[in-house]
T-cell receptor
Framework: GNSVTQMEGPVTLSEEAFLTINCTYT??????LFWYVQYPGEGLQLLLK?????DKGSNKGFEATYRKETTSFHLEKGSVQVSDSAVYFC???????????FGAGTRLTVKP | DTEVTQTPKHLVMGMTNKKSLKCEQH?????MYWYKQKAKKPPELMFV???????INESVPSRFSPECPNSSLLNLHLHALQPEDSALYLC????????????FGEGSWLTVV
């Protein structure tokens, strides 16, 4: 079946540090891949997505590239800010599946 | 506009109460979802409506009863809940069911006392 494995947290970084959160997936078909962000006390917000191999999703300085050969969709940001502190979920959606599959979530804390 | 609106934001209810959570979207989406999220966990799917018909019920206890009055509205009726049902309840919608982007609301924080 389809699944997502996400880097365990928590991750603590200093402001302006480089961020990578690893995400790998298993899928039977040709999934779309997503990163969602959840700020404290809020719902999930779509951060970025990619719908086919080699696509790069980007938003608010975050980037992730759909790598079919390594079944990965790692999230990166060159310089994090305190306001990026949140929980980040990698997710997969496949036409063969009834549900979006989420990773366990990675809590990021950015210190000034 | 990619907005899904949920009310109320916070709800405290006793185990004998009957209450409802409400959700609305005006994006013309044909699939709507209820998810349950416990602390430090990813969302768990409860129900999916596709074209106003219940498509998926993930073996949710009958004390949770969904309703889709029309294509823009989704309700979750709550009755005789248990304290372990306390969680964040997220409504979401997507253009259709399948490999589409799902858009989430802000959630309703439910506490059962």
């Amino acid at each position: 079946g389809n699944s997502v494995t996400q880097m365990e947290g928590p991750v603590t970084l200093s402001e302006e540090a480089f961020l990578t959160i690893n995400c790998t997936y298993t899928a039977t078909g040709y999934p779309s891949l997503f990163w969602y962000v959840q700020y404290p006390g809020e719902g999930l917000q779509l951060l970025l997505k990619a719908t086919k191999a080699d696509d790069k999703g980007s938003n608010k300085g975050f980037e992730a590239t759909y790598r079919k050969e390594t079944t990965s969709f790692h999230l990166e940001k060159g310089s994090v800010q305190v306001s990026d502190s949140a929980v980040y979920f990698c997710a997969l959606s496949d036409p063969s599946d009834n549900d979006m599959r989420f990773g366990a979530g990675t809590r990021l804390t950015v210190k000034p | 506009d990619t907005e899904v609106t949920q009310t109320p934001k916070h709800l405290v209810m006793g185990m004998t109460n009957k209450k409802s959570l409400k959700c609305e979207q005006h994006m013309g989406h044909r699939a709507m979802y209820w998810y349950k999220q416990k602390a430090k966990k990813p969302p768990e799917l409860m129900f999916v409506y596709s074209y106003e018909k219940l498509s998926i019920n993930e073996s949710v206890p009958s004390r949770f009863s969904p309703e889709c009055p029309n294509s823009s509205l989704l309700n979750l009726h709550l009755h005789a809940l248990q304290p372990e049902d306390s969680a964040l309840y997220l409504c979401a919608s997507s253009p259709g069911q399948g490999a589409y982007t799902i858009y989430f609301g802000e959630g309703s924080w439910l506490t059962v006392v």
